[in-house]
């Protein structure tokens, strides 16, 4: 049974930081991509950053300059640092992983969220 458990969300000024952390738990053989989403409410899911196995990125527009995603293999974790966070980004945060349970099975997991409140 393969489990994502994100934590580090709160409540923050504008302008603040956090940092939101995600691991990976369970019986698989590897991780290919790790990533973290988030949704707003009324509003879809989007993705916020994207990390390969390598150590390439991807960020959305909005999160470019002051998101920063971190990964460690070894003990399958996925970091994201926010910094100058402003109001528009308040919303449930998600951990998304591509993990391979054998070599030719793999699935898409997600964790239960974490909710990022930036307001004054």
């Known amino acids: 049974q393969v489990q994502l458990v994100e934590s580090g969300g709160g409540l923050v000024q504008p302008g603040g930081s956090l940092r939101l952390s995600c691991a990976a738990s369970?019986?698989?053989?590897?991780?290919?991509?790790m990533a973290w989403y988030r949704q707003a409410p009324g509003k879809q899911r989007e993705l916020v950053a994207l990390?390969?196995?390598?150590?390439?990125?991807n960020y959305a527009d909005s999160a470019k300059g002051r998101f920063t995603i971190l990964r460690d293999n070894a003990k399958n974790t996925v970091d994201l640092q926010m910094n100058s966070l402003k109001p528009e980004d308040t919303a449930v945060y998600y951990c998304?992983?591509?993990?391979?349970?054998?070599?030719?099975?793999?699935?898409?997991?997600w964790g239960k969220g974490t909710l990022v409140t930036v307001s004054s």
């Open positions: 998304n992983a591509h993990i391979y349970i054998t070599q030719i099975s793999s699935m898409f997991y």
């Open positions: 990390i390969t196995s390598g150590g390439s990125t």
């Open positions: 369970g019986t698989f053989l590897s991780i290919n991509t």
